[in-house]
């Protein structure tokens, strides 16, 4: 397919053919968009294809990607993306929404949604035959990068935090990947991760760094759009939609807004849904910069538990800030003993969320408690990521169970307490 015709930079808008740059805008760091043409992609494809495919992937939108047929059918690489989104009778009622869907990414196949940035980044080495191909990660992005390579037989090499949960950690090394784990948080990765790339020679998929990694994550927003057209065939299309969404470096948020401005500038969406981004207090760089108004994105310092949003200088944060305002969203920060009562709460729905899987609920019920949504508006929420990633936070959002001697006398003295 031949839709990718270059870049566009966020900032400068400056653009660039496909072979002239492969990162950030050369002149001032720039994220850069891929640009699609859209006029050659109708002539190919209507929604109705897509909406009909049998595909259960990502790859289902191949020709709305900027990459070919990858092939590799029936591997855990070619199974990422096409989540469920499921239906959760009582917990929205609480909050006076009727219409509360959780989209569950934990059903990628490492288990977050950083499998859509990755297979699509792997898809693009393969075109440009790399040889190996390194991201830095809090954990997923590394664990995702990992495990796609590994279903194809690519090489990767992993930049992590020596702090990270050791699920995550585990995930990678079991993936067979070339992990190196630094005395120094996610921000300092990955920097060393850009200057090992580069001496090296090494395909970087840094999150807010590669552009393809917005182009997977965008295919969020196809199915979500899909969804949306299914359960409403036939009826009038009764309300408004608002997204949650977990933001730590701001690439998921940006990736899905890129998804629905593709989808609306082929003509097969009428109207983009509000994307509303939450943060942790302790890593809330974008949220301040929305709060001021303003695109200039000040580092903090960051302090949270929800490790994947853990960021002290979000990579996509320009067009992250552009992803809620645009839409007429907004941001949202929430405190971490609010996020281990959002792990409880999915749970009790049947849903295990790591602690950033569960940030974006832990938001959508501030928001509905400070009046700022509708009752006639549907509310879908994102759960990046599963549970079964850290162990330890989610033990932090329940009680310990009781322990007793295996008898009745033991039990039934339990149970008058
Ligand atoms: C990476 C990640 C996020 C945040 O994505 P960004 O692109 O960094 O904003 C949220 N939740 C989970 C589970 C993640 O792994
Ligand atoms: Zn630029």
């Avoid at 072979?19 to 109708?42: A, E, F, M, R, S």
């Avoid at 591997?75 to 929205?92: C, D, E, K, M, Q």
């Avoid at 809620?324 to 920060?333: S, V």
């Avoid at 990521?385 to 001697?405: C, F, T």
Wanted: charged share 20%; net charge neutral.
């Amino acid at each position: 397919m031949g839709s990718f015709i270059g870049y566009r930079c966020s900032i400068c808008q400056h653009e660039y053919l496909p072979g002239k740059v492969q990162y950030n805008c050369p002149h001032d760091g720039g994220n850069l968009d891929v640009i699609l043409d859209y006029p050659t992609i109708q002539k190919y494809v209507g929604p109705h294809q897509i909406l009909e495919s049998k595909e259960p992937s990502l790859w289902r939108y191949l020709p709305i990607l900027p990459v070919s047929e990858v092939g590799y059918y029936d591997t855990p690489f070619h199974r990422a993306g096409y989540t469920p989104v499921f239906s959760t009778p009582g917990l929205g009622k609480e909050y006076g929404i009727a219409d509360l869907w959780i989209k569950d990414e934990s059903r990628n196949p490492t288990a977050s949604f950083k499998d859509r940035a990755s297979a699509v980044v792997v898809a693009r080495a393969r075109e440009i035959k790399a040889d190996v191909v390194v991201t830095a990660s809090t954990g997923n992005a590394g664990a995702a990068l990992a495990g796609m390579a590994a279903a194809i037989g690519q090489k990767a090499v992993i930049f992590a935090p020596r702090t990270a949960p050791p699920a995550k950690i585990a995930q990678l090394l079991v993936f067979g990947a070339q992990v190196i784990l630094v005395d120094g948080n996610y921000d300092s990765a990955f920097d060393l991760t850009i200057q090992a790339s580069q001496e090296f020679g090494w395909y970087c998929r840094n999150t807010g760094y590669n552009p393809f990694t917005a182009e997977g994550k965008k295919t969020a927003a196809f199915e979500i759009w899909e969804w949306w057209e299914t359960i409403h065939q036939g009826t009038v299309k009764p309300k408004k939609l608002a997204v949650f969404v977990s933001v730590g470096d701001g690439n998921i948020i940006s990736g899905i807004h890129k998804g629905f401005k593709d989808l609306y500038a082929l003509g097969w969406l009428d109207r983009i849904p509000r994307i509303i981004g939450v943060q942790a207090e302790g890593s809330a760089a974008i949220a301040n910069a929305f709060r001021q108004g303003t695109e200039e994105i000040i580092p903090v310092s960051a302090n949270t538990l929800a490790d994947s949003i853990s960021v002290d200088l979000p990579r996509d944060g320009v067009r992250a800030v552009r992803a809620a305002r645009e839409t007429n969203g907004t941001y949202i920060t929430v405190k971490d003993n609010e996020i281990l009562g959002a792990i409880a709460a999915l749970g009790k729905a049947g849903i295990f969320a790591e602690p950033a899987g569960a940030t974006s609920y832990a938001g959508f019920v501030k928001a509905a408690q400070a009046g700022l949504l509708n009752s006639d508006e549907a509310v879908l929420v994102l759960n990046t990521g599963s549970g079964l990633k850290d162990v330890k936070a989610a033990m932090q959002a329940v009680h310990e169970a009781p322990i007793i001697e295996p008898n009745m006398r033991a039990l039934k003295q339990y149970m008058k307490k």
